[in-house]
């Protein structure tokens, strides 16, 4: 006892010393490893079983539509869940479980180890207090089960492709990450969207109004006279709900003029007509003789 004493005092002093600060720094160096195998746990090894036993996780496919204005879709799940036979109690319904007398139902043992004495889980019951006589047939004991369950996932508006969320399902946490199909009519920036309308040449020149597809209905697009290619025209607030913030994006209309590969012979004449007009050509129109600016075709 004298010579564990003497030990223990040299050890402290040792502590205490500038020779050991290489130890406190490996203690520093290491303390994430320290948080996530025990410090939040009564066990001195830490809750092995918390670190290893993560969230399950999903893929979830869905629409542009789903994904912009939110919805409840119903998914099947495969989780290890509470057994529904015992009740996670681990033995046969209608049996009895037997009294520990390894460590008289405590669920610890005492070992002595020389001068020490140490105080650990019991490796008769596994720290139970008792033991299970008969076991349950469908989780064999282990109060744990394979389940197959049916969930209503709510997808709220406005998610993006690879975005995750985490649900609780029944004792258990979930991870399920969003895979969002492309739009064949939308593009996506954000809480913003980004569509393309095709007009005629002379809704270009002279104006009108044109039906474009919105998000959530159809809009009547105003064409203003002169519009060009690749005009944007804003829809404010039709966009997508902002996820973080109030309010929604915008939609923005990108105008694409429709040029018709054939014309009727009244049409290419009153064409030819507009093009002895024009005054800011640059180079040569086919089949016009004289422009305005007294350029000439090399056409027929």
Do not use: W
């Not at 399902?169 to 913003?192: C, H, L, M, Y």
């Amino acid at each position: 006892v004298a010579r564990a004493e003497s030990e223990c005092h040299r050890l402290r002093v040792f502590a205490r010393s500038p020779r050991s600060r290489g130890a406190a720094d490996i203690e520093t160096r290491y303390q994430p490893h320290r948080k996530i195998f025990g410090e939040f746990s009564s066990s001195p090894f830490g809750d092995f079983q918390g670190v290893f036993n993560q969230p399950q996780e999903y893929i979830m496919e869905l629409t542009f539509n789903q994904a912009a204005k939110g919805v409840n879709k119903e998914f099947t799940v495969n989780i290890t869940d509470t057994c529904e036979r015992c009740a996670g109690r681990g033995n046969e319904p209608g049996t009895k479980l037997q009294h520990c007398h390894y460590c008289g139902g405590s669920g610890m043992e005492t070992v002595n180890t020389g001068p020490f004495v140490m105080r650990s889980t019991c490796r008769r019951c596994g720290g139970r207090g008792s033991i299970i006589t008969s076991p349950c047939v469908v989780c064999r004991g282990t109060g744990q089960a394979k389940q197959q369950k049916k969930v209503m996932i709510p997808v709220p508006a406005g998610v993006e492709d690879g975005q995750t969320v985490r649900m609780p399902v029944g004792k258990r946490e979930i991870f399920i990450t969003f895979r969002v199909q492309k739009s064949p009519v939308f593009r996506r920036d954000g809480a913003d969207i980004h569509s393309d309308l095709f007009i005629s040449i002379a809704q270009a020149l002279l104006g009108g109004t044109a039906r474009a597809q919105g998000l959530y209905e159809t809009i009547n697009v105003t064409i203003p006279a002169g519009t060009q290619a690749d005009q944007k025209i804003r829809m404010s607030g039709k966009g997508i709900p902002r996820v973080n913030s109030y309010g929604y994006g915008d939609h923005y209309i990108h105008v694409k003029i429709r040029v018709p590969k054939r014309l009727t012979s009244r049409q290419q004449s009153l064409i030819l007509s507009y093009a002895e007009d024009e005054t800011d050509v640059e180079g040569t129109v086919n089949g016009v003789t004289n422009t305005s600016t007294g350029k000439r075709s090399t056409g027929h």
